[in-house]
């Protein structure tokens, strides 16, 4: 029999409900009482938001949220790499920052809207509203399974081409060719690294719009396919389909296809002089009569201040060792008879051969 649940409160921060203080959303639930199932919920724009906002969040955001027990594959090992890794092996101090806490283009659109319960659910269930409303606690062993289809690399962004390409050095056991670790050079790590930036929406768009995730890419296919008149405007719509990187997260001669918002600049009305003297005042409270200041963004993953966008996250030259399962450590000796340890390996029964990843793959 179908009952009408009590209204639910789901909590979660959404605009208005300032820094300090959490808001409700309010869903109303039509239940089949026997099988103890969601049939459809009925709610407001909030809790839509909420649901789109998922498809903004880079894929590191949603492995910290989720306390690095995301279900999303392998990304789980490799932003504990990044934690692991020390600061002298990236470009700069603030390269590691960013791929731990990689920024949100659409963080203005879908501000204080994540509801880590609800983006675990659906990351985990089948049925997320079920499983929400009967039983939070659930734990699920399902991870993202393998793709099928043919990733889509249609020329969205010209700046990789088929020239651009990536080799690998590859340990494999000869008895059956299973990967037992890769020797791999700064750009194949970025690469690697650069993928913890990625929007889930914009990962989804790269897969042809199946992840794997059935819930994930139903949701992506209503944005997409459904509710053009229902979405404030087109460039929200898009920005949830194909969400683009902030600036200066892309790297240079990515094999991924994607786009950056363009760097921010600003003026003060202030110069250049005084706001070296008055520089520990927040900036918009600086004023004189000398005239303005434009002031523009620097690269953070450079070293040297520059305003140009591209570079890279992991220090070169250099070498590192990536296990099968997307684990990154400095490339020694040492931590190769590591890695070998406890799988019954020697090192006769071992090959290595070299692969070139290109765009495709």
Not at 33 to 49: C, I, P, Q
């Amino acid at each position: 029999s179908l009952s009408e649940h009590s209204v639910a409160n789901i909590h979660g921060r959404r605009p208005g409900a300032g820094p300090a203080g959490t808001g409700k959303i309010r869903v109303k639930f039509l239940v089949d009482n026997e099988k103890k199932k969601v049939v459809f919920a009925e709610s407001g724009k909030d809790f839509v938001d909420v649901l789109f906002s998922f498809l903004t969040l880079p894929l590191g955001t949603i492995v910290r949220l989720l306390g690095k027990d995301s279900s999303l594959g392998c990304f789980d090992e490799l932003y504990k790499s990044v934690e692991r890794l020390d600061a002298s092996h990236f470009q700069t101090k603030a390269c590691k920052n960013m791929l731990l806490r990689p920024l949100n283009a659409a963080g203005k659109l879908c501000e204080n809207l994540v509801i880590k319960n609800l983006l675990k659910q659906i990351l985990t269930s089948d049925q997320p509203l079920t499983d929400l409303l009967f039983n939070p606690t659930h734990e699920s062993t399902r991870t993202v399974g393998p793709i099928s289809m043919d990733v889509n690399v249609s020329s969205e962004d010209d700046s990789s081409s088929d020239s651009n390409v990536i080799k690998v050095k590859l340990l494999v056991a000869k008895i059956n060719q299973s990967i037992v670790h890769a020797e791999v050079g700064e750009e194949f790590c970025n690469l690697l690294f650069s993928f913890l930036t990625l929007p889930l929406g914009r990962v989804i768009k790269l897969l042809g719009g199946s992840s794997s995730i059935s819930c994930i890419d139903n949701l992506y296919k209503t944005v997409d396919l459904n509710l053009n008149d229902c979405i404030s405007s087109y460039e929200s719509q898009y920005m949830v389909v194909c969400p683009w990187l902030p600036a200066f997260f892309s790297c240079s001669n990515s094999l991924l296809p994607s786009y950056e918002v363009a760097p921010a600049v600003s003026s003060v009305a202030c110069c250049s002089p005084c706001i070296r003297n008055f520089s520990h005042l927040v900036l918009k409270e600086i004023k004189c009569s000398h005239g303005n200041t434009k002031m523009l963004a620097v690269n953070p993953k450079v070293p040297t201040m520059t305003t140009e966008t591209g570079g890279g996250y992991a220090k070169g030259p250099g070498k590192f060792l990536v296990t099968n399962e997307l684990g990154v450590v400095p490339f020694s000796l040492m931590n190769a008879l590591h890695e070998l340890k406890g799988k019954e390996l020697s090192i006769s029964k071992l090959e290595t051969k070299e692969f070139t990843f290109t765009q495709v793959e």
